[in-house]
């Protein structure tokens, strides 16, 4: 069977840089951090450049944790900007990979399967990633890292732990190599899918390394980690029988749809209720949209970080699928007051719709009024039809405009961060 060669290629700080680019400035020598600081000192870097990382300062630090007397730029977030450089990013890539051989990991960060391009451009993975980087730097100005493995985590590790070390930001490994040269590599937490909690655990039994977890025992590890054991044992060997063809052609058993959000500041439960509404009624758009309904809904609310109390979690069924806001926002309005404890206040709220199917496949319930809900569900039809021709916010129901809303900020944003392009 012919061996494969994936590459796997991140761009560097990539809204960072992309903030450096549009003000004309080098993204490895600028000072420059992506954060919006009309929040609090406390609010994440969603990106710095190298040449803060050059000073010590960590990624995604929070503002007050850079140290004073540094002297850098702050550019607030724009994530419709960052979302079409990276569109013209994977044009690029389509230049000389199939879209069938690519599988977009993140914003800032693809996997290719190279295997049968090679001969095709008469060129080793190496000088295809070389080729790949040099022009989405020539052509956007954005550098990029280049992993190369005979599997996709080998691929990642490579980017992620040696490409940086390169002069060229190219790192390459097999399973041997990976042995060689990572087996006795510390940290653990540098390795994909090891966390600080994983690596915790192995430490209290005096494994540090991944060539210590090679060599231990299987039944030890599926005593500590169950199931999950297998993958830990694999990637420890550098092992990864996953595809970019499999992960195309991989379904879910089931869907699920979710909202979430951390709030600006501590909000009462009053307050809280108004939050509540406001993602139930967001969330029955966004199915009404795809013509999707479901049956049940999970809440999950965080009390406020001075508390350190465990977090409120409940979910609702309900008598018959629907995306109606007619049903669904009183019945999750219902499941907050009930787990929910109103003397504390709250910080973050997941709503979920969980088990979502087609529309086609709803049977209504004889004790409702068939009616009503089809008249509820011609409004909502109006408004998703308003809000996609003049925007999001062109629209908004009363609750919207209280003080302590959110929907009208979030519909400004885009992934909890500021969406504009300019």
Not at 4 to 21: H, M, N, P, Q, T
Not at 120 to 136: C, F, H, K, S, V
Not at 261 to 275: F, M, P, R, S, T
Request: aromatic share 8%; glycine share 6%; net charge neutral.
């Amino acid at each position: 069977m012919m061996k494969r060669k994936y590459i796997c290629i991140d761009l560097k700080s990539f809204y960072a840089s992309v903030e450096c680019v549009e003000r004309g400035l080098d993204p490895m020598t600028t000072r420059l951090v992506v954060a919006d600081i009309g929040r609090t000192e406390k609010t994440i870097c969603l990106a710095i450049t190298p040449a803060m990382k050059a000073l010590g300062i960590k990624n995604r630090c929070r503002i007050f944790e850079i140290p004073k007397g540094i002297d850098y730029i702050v550019a607030m977030p724009r994530m419709q900007k960052y979302i079409d450089y990276a569109a013209e990013i994977y044009g690029i890539y389509l230049k000389y990979i199939s879209k069938d051989d690519i599988h977009v990991y993140s914003i800032d960060e693809a996997f290719m399967d190279v295997t049968d391009y090679l001969n095709l451009y008469n060129l080793t993975a190496g000088e295809l990633g070389q080729l790949i980087m040099n022009d989405i730097y020539n052509s956007l100005g954005i550098r990029a890292t280049c992993g190369i493995g005979s599997n996709l985590y080998l691929a990642k590790i490579a980017l992620d732990i040696t490409a940086k070390h390169s002069k060229n930001f190219i790192g390459e490994l097999d399973e041997e190599s990976f042995k060689n040269k990572l087996w006795n590599y510390r940290p653990l937490t540098d390795f994909w899918r090891i966390g600080s909690g994983i690596a915790r655990r192995l430490d209290s039994y005096g494994i540090m390394t991944m060539g210590d977890i090679a060599k231990c025992q299987e039944d030890f590890l599926y005593n500590i980690f169950g199931i999950d054991a297998e993958l830990l044992i694999d990637h420890a060997w550098g092992r990864e029988s996953t595809t970019i063809k499999q992960i195309k052609a991989y379904k879910p058993g089931s869907n699920s749809i979710s909202s979430g959000q951390v709030l600006a500041c501590d909000y009462n439960h009053k307050d809280g209720e108004i939050i509540i509404k406001e993602m139930a009624d967001m969330v029955c758009l966004e199915m009404v949209e795809k013509n999707l309904i479901t049956k049940s809904l999970t809440l999950h609310v965080g009390y406020s970080n001075r508390l350190n109390r465990k977090a409120a979690h409940g979910t609702v069924s309900l008598d018959f699928e629907t995306n109606s806001d007619l049903v669904i926002i009183p019945a999750v309005v219902d499941l907050y007051n009930r787990i929910v404890n109103p003397n504390f206040p709250i910080r973050r709220v997941n709503l979920t719709c969980n088990g979502v199917v087609q529309e086609e496949c709803r049977q209504y319930s004889f004790f409702v009024d068939i009616g009503e809900l089809e008249r509820n569900n011609k409004i909502q039809k109006a408004m998703i039809e308003i809000k996609n021709k003049y925007g999001k916010n062109a629209i908004v129901k009363g609750m919207d405009l209280q003080d302590r809303a959110t929907t009208m900020e979030r519909n400004e944003q885009i992934g909890g961060h500021r969406a504009g392009r300019e």
